[in-house]
């Protein structure tokens, strides 16, 4: 069975910083790419960044390039979301999820399997 269990989140300052985990399961872990995605309150779920298992290859939102960082430890089936320079607008629940395609956009349609999001709020 396919879990993933994204945890990290919290409150913070804007300008502070968050780091994110994502612990996967149940899956061959160097076959899939994995994804960040936020869903911010009445708003649609979408692609933060995107990290490829097999090349390491990354994608990002434009909102988030140069400051966030995903990277991967597969010897511990793990993926880490490194959030700074924070700004109230993150302000949202991250979700990570996993698909065994190959390159595909970083979109939410994209994506196969999801785990319970982690919330994280940035005060002004």
């Known amino acids: 069975e396919v879990q993933l269990q994204a945890y990290g989140g919290g409150l913070v300052q804007a300008g502070g910083f968050l780091r994110l985990s994502c612990a996967a399961s149940?899956?061959?872990?160097?076959?899939?790419?994995i994804g960040w995605f936020r869903q911010a309150p009445g708003k649609e779920r979408k692609g933060v960044a995107c990290?490829?298992?097999?090349?390491?290859?990354?994608v990002y939102a434009n909102s988030v390039t140069g400051r966030f960082t995903i990277s991967s430890d597969n010897a511990k089936s793990t993926v880490f979301l490194q959030m700074n320079s924070l700004k109230p607008e993150d302000t949202a629940v991250y979700h990570c999820?996993?698909?065994?395609?190959?390159?595909?956009?970083?979109?939410?349609?994209?994506?196969?399997?999801w785990g319970q999001g982690t919330q994280v709020t940035v005060s002004s």
């Open positions: 149940g899956f061959s872990f160097d076959d899939y790419d």
């Open positions: 999820a996993a698909q065994p395609r190959g390159p595909v956009p970083c979109a939410r349609d994209e994506y196969d399997y």
């Open positions: 990290i490829s298992n097999s090349d390491a290859s990354t």
